[in-house]
């Protein structure tokens, strides 16, 4: 059955109604890259089921840059698509370091590691930010998680979670950790207080590979500039990847 038509209902509260309504239920999909649990009736879900890959750009810098035994850091791992993928790209002796705060998606991406056996990959459900503590994370409805974040993205009163915060740094720190292959990082606008507020960690080259999903809109509405996390990794000896579409910032060598 084809569900699409229920991402264009809006507002997203009532398309996510009509899903309840119409009892459409997960369900695992077998793709080149994997198996996944996935909503056929989410922005995740539908693209998975009908396209190819999923965000091909991202999937294409995955692809040329991890290979065996690398460490793969996944900052707003959502679902867990991405560091699937990665899982296996970087093999038994590599390993994929998944950071996604919303509780309702730590079964989906537990059922996920079981399904494609990721032993590889380590979960940790927490913010990351500039400071340590708790944040408070806005709840887009279930037809687009991957929007939720920090920053309220709608108008009208959704659902939030208090979750535990840390900065990347002291993760990094705590898990001992000296070097990153490729760090992904997607937060909805909170890419400017995990940058910025861990200088020392891009200042020092942990991370050879940084993919930046920057998010420039949410970031003039909260006072940041998107230029600002650029000059930052630049001044770092970060250099635009032109291999790659998508923002990919390589440790100058």
């Known amino acids: 059955m084809d569900n699409h038509w ?7 509260f009532a398309a ?18 994997g198996r996944f649990f996935v909503d056929p009736a989410s922005n995740l879900g539908n693209s998975i089921i009908t396209q190819p890959a999923y965000e091909p750009q ?10 065996e035994g690398d460490l793969f850091l996944d900052i707003g791992t959502n679902e867990g698509y991405f560091s699937i993928i990665a899982s296996n ?15 309702r998606l730590q079964e989906i991406i ?8 990721a032993s590889n990959m380590h979960v940790f459900q927490l913010a990351l930010s500039d400071d340590v503590g708790t944040a408070r994370i806005s709840l887009l409805p279930d037809m687009n998680t991957g929007g939720s974040g ?8 959704i659902p939030t979670q208090i979750v535990p915060q840390t900065t990347l740094g002291r993760l990094l720190d705590l898990l001992g950790i000296s070097r990153i292959k490729l760090m ?22 942990v991370i050879e590979n940084i993919a930046l999903e920057l998010h420039p809109s949410i970031l003039d509405r909260r006072g940041k500039s998107a230029d600002d996390i650029v000059s930052f990794l630049e001044g770092c000896g970060y250099q635009r990847n032109s291999a790659f579409q998508t923002l990919v910032m390589s440790k100058a060598q």
């Open 6 to 12: 229920l991402l264009s209902v809006r507002p997203a």
């Open 16 to 33: 996510s109604f009509l899903k309840k309504l119409l009892r459409i239920k997960r369900r695992i999909v077998e793709t080149d890259y």
């Open 58 to 67: 991202m999937l294409g810098v995955l692809t040329s840059l991890l290979k």
């Open 89 to 103: 790209l970087v093999g038994d002796t590599g390993c994929v370091l998944s950071v996604e705060p919303q509780s």
């Open 110 to 117: 537990f059922c996920n590691m079981e399904l494609n056996q």
């Open 150 to 157: 920090l920053f309220p993205a709608t108008r009208y009163k």
């Open 184 to 205: 992904k990082i997607d937060v909805e606008g909170f890419e400017y207080e995990v940058i910025l507020g861990s200088q020392g960690v891009f200042a020092d080259g």
